[in-house]
């Protein structure tokens, strides 16, 4: 007789793999951090050291966020609705030119609980301070992938650029065999990072087999600025300096036309769509449709808390869904399994990370969310899917698991104390609100 | 010594009044049905027979669902990612030749089910045996503005037009005196409409002082077939038959020129906006900013639930921000505040009752919604009105009061049996099954 320790069942089971199997009252079996078994009945001759009642629920991988700068969780609501440059300069600066490590670490703290809430178990962060985000991350239980932000000024973190190499080659080490954190190289920009600093962070990824994640043509003034810098293109820069490749996750993509959405297709280039942060910011709409019809691995994220003001990756699929229906005037385009594949194998993919998470199969970690489904708003449920992408909200989501272990059980948080989690977030808005103030 | 029904304290009031006063640590005091104290503490000489802590969240006026179909709650999901006329042809039009009252009645309270839950406090509909969408909402205890849909062809609640005449006066006779309940005089749209039941329509309504409500300009096709078959525009065609005026509430309108807008504002036309529902059937953008600054009432609608397919208003109020400042490239479009006053006073405004209900102000009707803040995508805050923009979602409202009376408490419904509800809906969902497989 062998035991599983966690068995999931009397649910849905949407498992995202690649026949896209729909299991109707299903079970998933979890040994240690791994699912040991997918199917409609718990295997014979074994047990279950715990199990959860799914509640006629669905039993979906769990969330995929591809892009966030999870500190800023501290930062959403501080300003909003203003031209870019004075969001910059008198809210986005002041604050980050104070901000130190347990700043972030709390920031960070407060994004985990935000995202594991919502039903996210993996995210992909660029900020500063990686060391803390990546360890306030483990300490919630939550999968990432983070790198610290690399550009041609200095930073708050690191001070000169020198010292952001030698930090990222530590983080790379420090964090290589833990079971949840992975580490990137991550530039920030073109228009940000000089030729030497893209070719040197390139270079550094290859050798560490990491990924290389940069914002890339997210709005039209970068566009200018790189063409006006460099006569030419920010795709035809990749090109220049030899970085255009499989590795490389280029977050936004936003300006790009149709023969560059082609070429990147053919290098193997990942993407994140930021659909929300896009529209709240106004830089535009990114041509994700086109690049799904072209190949590309297109993935899903919220960017930061200043822009967008949630991690709520269902609105995130929501919005994305019916923005790019609008956009082509067609009601086919992105439809919901679409998206909620971006939201989870797809976003995974595009991390890098497809083999480990992202869907429902035996020998993959065990990322699992559990959604609560008997609620009016999803009463009655025709479809899943389009439950899940028009309908559902993060606080649907009943439970959730990651590399095997219930980070949250009955909407309860078993990893972070969540009102003290909640008293120090306050504490630092106290300090930004000074900062800004004092401007 | 006087004493309130109902006092709800320790939260701050965002009255949305004429001055939009904000009162940290509030008071609001209801006696019967309305509201007779709002200030930052209980007037002397008074006590509260039961009073509501709202633990430091916000206090807000009920939000106002200005356009809905509330009974197609029950086929959310049913159809989604496909062309119109499929959709119409296959899923909708089988049902609806199907349906009879109890199934509108069921649908109903489904629907109310879910609004109070997300803190609508009224909506305004219209669809098919709409006595029996009143006699759900006045169940529920939720304020609502319904009528009888109009058409050329005919009705599977009425039969012939005729009758559809009589039942709109029935109704208008029967709800009269109702605390809830209006009703409205509805025709479907322009093209869907001859213009002798336009103008007997109009008359109706101006006869017994109703808001005639339409669907209008919604897509381009429309447009077109209103031209190809009248040779003029769609506010041309209102103008020819003298319909447009201050009484006409125009759902969706997003196909107009700006001297279009110039007129409707000049007729005091009222405009429903429903960003989602637009997105997702691909509908097109409404110039929404653009009408409000030609000072057209707008408010907000979220349309029938197969093509949202939630009824959200907070997630309605995000996508819309968020649409208009992508639409116009601008990120202080469509600002948290003006967004939320669509959602509360405009949108009563826009329905006509102004007077009774969308903000918190003595001698109003009491319909107040409390929303629990102290949760991580909530924490820290720097400003309510970006946070129940951009952050908040339905979940987040803990107590809904409706005309005086405690509908929710802590999230319990207390006017429905909501397992109760749920389940007649999943039996009616094994009709809508049975219906469209039929086919």
Chains 1, 2 share one sequence.
Request: hydrophobic share 40%.
């Amino acid at each position: 007789m062998t035991t599983f320790d966690l068995v999931i069942q009397n649910g849905t089971l949407l498992t995202m793999d690649p026949e896209n199997r729909v299991i109707e009252n299903g079970c998933l079996c979890i040994s240690g951090d791994t699912i040991a078994h997918v199917g409609d009945h718990i295997p014979e001759d074994h047990k279950a050291s715990k199990t959860i009642n799914a509640g006629g629920g669905l039993i979906i991988p769990g969330l995929i966020n591809g892009h966030t700068h999870a500190p800023m969780s501290l930062f959403k609501g501080l300003a909003d609705d203003l031209p870019l440059m004075e969001w910059l300069n008198q809210y986005i600066f002041p604050v980050e030119k104070n901000m130190d490590a347990d700043f972030i670490y709390t920031g960070t703290l407060l994004a985990c609980a935000e995202m594991i809430l919502s039903g996210t178990t993996t995210f992909c962060d660029m900020y500063l301070f990686e060391d803390h985000v990546a360890a306030a991350a483990f300490q919630s239980g939550v999968r990432c992938l983070v790198g610290e932000v690399l550009y041609d000024f200095p930073s708050p973190n690191y001070g000169d650029l020198e010292n952001g190499f030698v930090y990222t080659e530590r983080l790379i080490n420090k964090w290589k065999n833990n079971p949840l954190v992975s580490i990137a190289v991550e530039p920030h920009a073109l228009f940000t990072c000089s030729p030497e600093l893209l070719e040197r962070a390139n270079q550094m990824a290859l050798n560490h087999k990491t990924p290389l994640i940069i914002h890339f043509a997210e709005t039209l003034a970068e566009v200018e600025a790189i063409k006006k810098k460099y006569g030419r293109s920010p795709l035809e820069h990749l090109e220049a300096l030899n970085i255009a490749g499989s590795h490389l996750i280029a977050d936004h993509a936003v300006h790009l036309d149709p023969s560059e959405i082609e070429k990147m297709a053919g290098y193997g280039i990942k993407v994140i769509h930021n659909a929300e942060s896009n529209m709240k910011l106004s830089s535009g709409i990114a041509p994700v449709p086109q690049m799904i019809a072209q190949g590309i691995t297109v993935g899903m994220g919220t960017d930061g808390g200043a822009s967008n003001n949630n991690m709520d990756l269902f609105t995130e699929m929501d919005m994305a869904a019916k923005l790019h229906k609008v956009q082509a005037m067609d009601p086919t385009v992105m439809d919901a399994l679409t998206v909620l594949k971006m939201a989870t194998i797809e976003g995974a993919k595009a991390l890098g990370i497809g083999h480990i998470t992202g869907s429902l199969e035996t020998g993959k970690k065990a990322d699992i969310i559990v959604i609560d489904t008997r609620k009016p708003h999803l009463t009655p449920m025709y479809n899943p899917f389009s439950h899940l992408v028009y309908a559902a909200r993060g606080q649907d989501v009943k439970h959730t698991i990651i590399n095997g272990r219930l980070v949250m059980e009955n909407r309860q948080l078993l990893t972070l104390n969540l009102e003290e989690v909640m008293a120090r977030a306050m504490e630092k808005a106290v300090d930004v609100r000074k900062w800004v103030s004092s401007q």
